[in-house]
């Protein structure tokens, strides 16, 4: 029987089925931050529980963690007390952690690639909807409920039911100023926040494979957002070349081992998905979003639709929509002035990132309008910024390099965007309040991030 990529890993990790119910799920990797593990921790407390693969299970703070000052302790009390908490039940239950001081402390979706815990063929959850980034690896992964974080913690297993199977092909070559932040704002504005619900997208086409795994993490990072239950991409030789002398990577003998079977996960010719979309890339320019959810996007050089261009389904919450951001129907946003720039989160926060955003920054200098939080996913990228003079190139264009956390994100720490003001932010959501109560964010590439900092204005990078 000729199978996908995503039914290939799946039934390699079932444990048992339930006629007309979930399936049991074996674990393989299970990643855990300070919001959403606490209540697990003590749940396997009540019931007497140990965690039962504790070598499979890492621990990072990311969600509430300062960017500034981190030897210091925490000045807000519920982060203190999270992070405090996560540190105690590390040692608790004998798990590795990464809290603040910790070299490969990071946001969660950084560290784990980057460290080489995450591999091709694995199951991977986390108590944190974005845990489909570690699909680029060609890996199933997702997010977990916190009920669902004590089940794994307890058994190594989650029971799921099974999603359907969607290809998204990128076919075409890319214009300029286009990379893998303004593929996926482009296909969740095609295809709707959700047009992927109840499926998990292999994401396929020419210009995916020629994507570095930075853009491939970004890309599949998104995929939540148009309600999909996870991404996944088919590991390549530049996967192997990514995970390879990584300190958690197999080595020797085990490598050669897991890279002969690496290289058969694929999907199988003839296979075939529930869904197929193909997307031309040729037609694919810069975006922003203009709304307060992901799939309220379009071309930097476009205008937000007029009243006549939404269904009537829509009109009221794209009405509500504009007059939170502040924007009319049919007005173009290139040139609006803006007050943030933030550069970071799980999306947008690896070293690739950092040097899109400095090549452009280099030689120019910070709008006085703008501030700017630069915010390394991890201490490992930010030593990589320090190496290569990426840090030194953007002090000279007038920006202050932070300390690695999620950051303005979901401002749970002191990044808060203030209310009515405009954000430009390479982050995932553009919720109302997301980045702060009253905040309006334009998610965007970093490029467009480092065109909007040194103009203070939404501006077309391949204009300058």
């Known amino acids: 029987m000729k199978k996908t990529l995503f039914e290939k890993i799946w039934d390699a990790h079932v444990v048992t089925s339930v006629q007309d119910g979930p399936t049991q799920l074996y674990i393989d990797r299970h990643l855990c931050h300070e919001v959403t593990s606490p209540q697990a921790f003590a749940g396997l407390r009540k019931r007497g529980l140990s965690v039962f693969r504790p070598q499979q299970t890492t621990l990072t703070a990311d969600h509430n963690i300062p960017t500034l000052n981190q030897d210091q302790p925490i000045r807000d009390e519920i982060s203190r007390f999270q992070v405090d908490t996560l540190a105690k039940n590390a040692v608790d239950f004998g798990l590795a952690y990464y809290g603040l001081g910790n070299a490969k402390n990071g946001i969660v979706h950084v560290v784990g690639p980057e460290n080489g815990y995450t591999q091709p063929g694995m199951t991977i959850v986390c108590g944190d909807s974005h845990t489909s980034t570690h699909g680029a690896f060609g890996a199933i992964a997702f997010g977990i409920g916190t009920s669902e974080v004590e089940m794994v913690l307890a058994s190594q297993c989650v029971?799921?039911?099974?999603?359907?199977?969607?290809?998204?092909?990128?076919?075409?070559?890319?214009?300029?100023?286009?990379?893998?932040?303004?593929?996926?704002?482009?296909?969740?504005?095609?295809l709707t926040t959700g047009g992927a619900t109840g499926y998990f997208v292999e994401y396929s086409g020419e210009v995916v494979r020629a994507l570095s795994m930075e853009e491939r993490m970004t890309l599949c990072n998104l995929s939540i957002e148009m309600g999909a239950r996870g991404g996944l991409i088919a590991p390549d030789e530049i996967t192997f070349d990514y995970v390879k002398g990584r300190e958690f990577a197999p080595k020797g003998e085990r490598w050669e081992t897991a890279l002969a079977v690496w290289k058969t996960l694929k999907t199988d010719e003839g296979a075939t998905f529930d869904k197929e979309v193909t997307f031309d890339c040729a037609l694919i320019k810069p975006m922003i979003t203009y709304g307060t959810n992901p799939g309220m996007g379009m071309p930097i050089d476009g205008s937000i639709p007029t009243l006549n261009e939404i269904d009537d389904a829509g009109k009221k919450s794209f009405e509500k929509s504009l007059q939170y951001m502040g924007f009319s129907a049919g007005e173009k946003l290139e040139g609006k002035a803006i007050d943030y720039v933030f550069l970071g989160s799980c999306t947008n926060g690896r070293i690739e990132d950092f040097r899109v955003f400095a090549?452009?920054?280099?030689?120019?200098?910070?709008?006085?309008?703008?501030?700017?939080?630069?915010?390394?996913?991890?201490?490992?990228?930010?030593?990589?910024?320090?190496?290569?003079?990426?840090?030194?190139?953007?002090?000279?264009?007038?920006?202050?390099?932070?300390?690695?956390?999620?950051?303005?994100?979901?401002?749970?720490?002191?990044?808060?965007?203030?209310?009515?003001?405009?954000?430009?932010?390479?982050?995932?959501?553009?919720?109302?309040?997301?980045?702060?109560?009253?905040?309006?964010?334009?998610?965007?590439?970093?490029?467009?991030?480092?065109?909007?900092?040194?103009?203070?204005?939404?501006?077309?990078?391949?204009?300058?």
């Open 159 to 190: 029971l799921q039911s099974r999603p359907k199977t969607m290809r998204i092909n990128f076919e075409g070559k890319l214009q300029k100023g286009v990379g893998a932040k303004d593929l996926a704002l482009y296909m969740i504005s095609r």
């Open 359 to 464: 090549n452009f920054v280099k030689d120019k200098r910070k709008a006085d309008r703008v501030t700017a939080w630069l915010v390394p996913g991890s201490w490992q990228v930010r030593k990589q910024i320090e190496e290569e003079g990426i840090g030194k190139i953007l002090e000279e264009a007038g920006f202050e390099l932070r300390q690695p956390g999620c950051s303005a994100c979901l401002a749970m720490n002191d990044d808060k965007v203030p209310a009515g003001k405009y954000a430009v932010s390479t982050s995932n959501r553009n919720f109302e309040g997301r980045q702060g109560p009253g905040a309006r964010t334009i998610l965007a590439s970093p490029l467009i991030a480092a065109a909007a900092a040194v103009t203070g204005r939404i501006s077309d990078p391949r204009t300058m």
